[in-house]
C-alpha cells in the first residue's frame, strides 16, 4: 500500500470513529490527510470505496484473532465465544459497527463475509460431531443475523437497550433453536449428574418426535459424507443425496 493511501485510510478511519453519527465527507478525509480529490478517488474510487477500506482496515485486527483461534475440541462453546468476540467489537467500536452494517453499503465489505465464512465452517464441524439441528449454512444465517442484531441495538440504543445479560439471553435463545439438546444440555444441568442428564436428553429426544429429530440427522449425515465422500456412489448419486439431505436439514417441524 503506498503512503498516500495508507494517510487517507488512517485519517479517515480516525474521522469516522471520532464522528457524532459516525459519517465523514471525502473533503474533511482530503483535508485532514493534506491530498486532493483526484488522490483518493484515484485510491478508493468513490466514497463507498473508501469507506469500505475503512471497515476492513478497523476490522482486521478483529479479524486476525479469529484467524490465528485454533479450534477447540467444542465446537459449540467456540461458537458462543465468537457471538461474545462479536458483540465485544461493536461495543468498542461503534460507528465502524454502524457503518459496515449500514444499508448505504451495497457491496458487503469483505471482512464481513469473511467473519460469516468462519461462523459457517465452526457449525460445519458442529454438525460433523451430530450438534446441529438443520443445515449450517442455515444456521449461520440465523445466528449471524440475531448477532448484528443486538449488538446494533446496544451501539445504536444504548439507552433503550441497558441490560448488559442481554447479548447472552438473546445468543443463548437462538443457540437453543440451532444447536439439539444434548450440545445445549451442559449449560443446564448440574456438573458431575450425568445420569440426569442422559435421562434428560432421553425424555427430550422422545417429546421432540421424528419431526424434530430428522433435521438433525440429515444435517449431520450430510456433514460426515462432505468430509468423507463414499466411493460407492457415483458423483450424480453423491449430488442426488446431497441434495435430498440439505432439504431434510432445512426441514421446518409442524
Partial sequence: MSSTKARILEVAAELVANSPDGDVSTRAVCEAAGVGAPALYRHFGDKEGLLSAVVDHGYEKYLTAKRSRRPGTDPIQDLRDGWDTHTDFALR?????????????????????????????????AAEQGKLRLAPELAAQMIMSANVGVSLMLVSRPTTFTDETLSRRIRDAVHAVVFTPEAMGPQTTPAGDEEARAEEAGAEAEEAGAEEVLPATATHLAALLRRAPRPDFTPGESALLGEWLDRLSNTTPE
Fill in 93 to 125: 467500536n461503534p460507528n465502524l459497527y454502524r457503518l459496515m452494517n449500514s444499508p448505504a453499503m451495497r457491496t458487503p465489505p469483505a471482512a464481513a463475509l469473511e467473519s460469516h465464512r468462519i461462523l459457517t465452517a465452526d457449525l460445519r464441524r
